[in-house]
């Protein structure tokens, strides 16, 4: 507002714009103090983070933690809620996987808070007796059924914090519908990547926060999305930059962790046998010719060519995936085993993401053929049962971790492990990563060694250039980097037709 006033010459505000301006002056000025009964040791970064939180719930704003994963956005989230947990309840929303999490940290970390996990049971019984010093954890997977949601958006929370809040990118999800109903006096989302993908995303989740800071999602299309992601228009994005930074902070590890070890990331590649090469140049050209006769709009397109490109890439990692009668073996399977050999033999633990299950399971028969010791977790894996193995790997109980991308990309602590393995390459690196630090993370004493194993003259090649040549399009918006916006259908076509 200072930079149009000077515009302008002369700004006269409202009541209500000088009381917003007076409530932020006087928020600038608060001295905040750990809770007493935090029962954690801050780092200075943490204490920060804190001291951030806290500033703007005296202000009356949202605020969205982006700190790189590993970094402590629980232990700071906890320490802003203990804070304010005498003037009314507090609302936790996460992932199922993490809810547990949540639990242990606030048992660890703020035992004075009174925990209750809404499950089954007389549900509105519950969250109307909540009062002061009590916090409700929710799964989204429950946030989204219409009868919790809509009991959930009743009360006016004191605290609401969404975890891992890039589950509610998409505004046309009942998660994020449900999400945008709940009332809280202070909001705080924390993620390690707050766009996934596109700009869009970062709307929705400042929708949550702050809504109507960014506009309507036309105006936001139209002012910022748009000219940067088609045009990479720099004065836009320093706009948006000026827009957002008040209310997002976010840091990532080599800026405040001296004391963490070393991380390597190594690409290896996979070289296709004679027979897995002429299988998947057959599987590639037969799915160019019935791509090239599909009619219908650009979404439909799209649709297919992602379907088609996801069969190319089960390919890469296994045959067996795509025609399981064939019976060829596996190359990418074969240089797996190999380097897991000289890890085992030289004592290292190891983390092996895959994002397809089937996949791992092919994994899962090779380990126990060969007499390995191996945990296992996906989707599927309950909750409980997910902890039970999480503890078992961290104490020793298997020297392999398989793990689905999408269940296990977040909220685990595996630095037991010194070595992570991804067998096959996702679109945005910035989502392995968030798996790769299950492992680089506060606690790990030794450096950690990142393997890709990418198939040569194939379409994950193609996608490995995508992570070369568009810088992830969060750190364009937040730090200044170069643009990417999201692919459309021609371009992934373009995909197709280059990876041989």
């Known amino acids: 507002m200072d930079e149009i006033a000077e515009e302008v010459g002369e700004f006269q505000g409202d009541s209500a714009w000088r009381a917003q301006l007076e409530r932020l002056r006087r928020a600038e000025q608060v001295q905040p103090k750990l809770p007493s009964t935090l029962q954690a040791e801050l780092r200075d970064y943490q204490r920060a983070g804190f001291e951030w939180l806290f500033r703007l719930s005296a202000w009356g704003v949202g605020a969205c933690l982006a700190d790189d994963m590993g970094l402590g956005k629980t232990l700071q989230a906890l320490a802003v809620i203990l804070s304010r947990a005498g003037e009314g309840p507090t609302l936790v929303v996460a992932p199922t996987s993490v809810c547990m999490n ?48 809509k009991l959930l958006a009743v009360p006016t929370w004191q605290t609401i914090v969404l975890d891992e809040a890039q589950l509610i990118k998409n505004p046309a999800t009942k998660r994020s519908q449900q999400a945008m109903a709940l009332q809280g006096r202070f909001k705080i989302i924390t993620t ?67 004391e963490l070890p070393p991380r390597t990331d190594i690409e290896l590649q996979v ?156 679109w945005n690196p910035a989502v392995e990563d968030q798996a790769s630090d299950r492992a680089h993370r506060i606690g790990q004493q030794r450096p950690v060694t990142v393997y890709r194993l990418v198939t040569k003259n194939t379409i994950e090649e193609q996608i490995v250039s995508l992570h070369r040549h568009k810088r992830d399009l969060a750190d364009s918006v937040l730090e200044g980097g170069e643009i990417s916006g999201k692919i459309n259908a021609q371009e992934l076509l373009n995909l197709i037709q280059k990876s041989s």
């Open 271 to 426: 070289e296709l046998s004679e027979q897995e090469a002429v299988f998947y140049e057959a599987l590639r050209r037969k799915l160019l010719n019935e791509l090239n006769e599909t009619q219908g709009p650009e979404e439909n397109k799209r649709f297919k060519v992602l379907a088609a490109i996801t069969k190319l890439r089960r390919a890469c990692c296994n045959v067996q995936l795509v025609v399981p009668d064939l019976g060829l073996s596996s190359s990418k399977l074969a240089l797996f085993g190999e380097v897991l050999d000289e890890l085992l033999d030289n004592r290292h633990k190891t983390l092996v993401f895959s994002q397809f299950v089937d996949h791992l399971s092919l994994i899962r028969s090779y380990l126990d053929e060969k007499g390995i010791a191996y945990q296992y977790l996906d989707g599927q894996t309950p909750a409980a049962e997910r902890k039970k193995r999480v503890d078992a790997f961290q104490a020793g109980q298997g020297d392999v971790f398989l793990i689905s991308l999408k269940a296990g990309g977040v909220g685990l602590n595996l630095t037991a492990a010194d070595y992570v393995i991804h067998m096959d390459p996702w």
């Open 192 to 258: 390690g990547t707050p766009v996934e993908n596109h700009l869009g995303e970062l709307w929705n989740l400042f929708r949550f926060i702050n809504p109507g800071l960014l506009g309507s999602l036309e105006s936001f299309n139209r002012r910022f999305a748009g000219p940067i992601e088609r045009n990479q228009d720099r004065e836009a994005r320093q706009r948006l930059k000026r827009m957002i930074q008040p209310f997002i902070l976010r840091r990532i590890k080599t800026q405040v962790l001296d």
């Open 102 to 149: 949540w639990q242990s940290e606030i048992q660890r970390f703020a035992p004075t808070l009174n925990v209750q996990i809404l499950g089954g049971g007389d549900r509105q019984a519950l969250i109307e007796g909540l009062r002061p010093m009590d916090l409700l954890i929710c799964s989204y997977a429950l946030l989204q059924q219409e009868s919790a949601g």
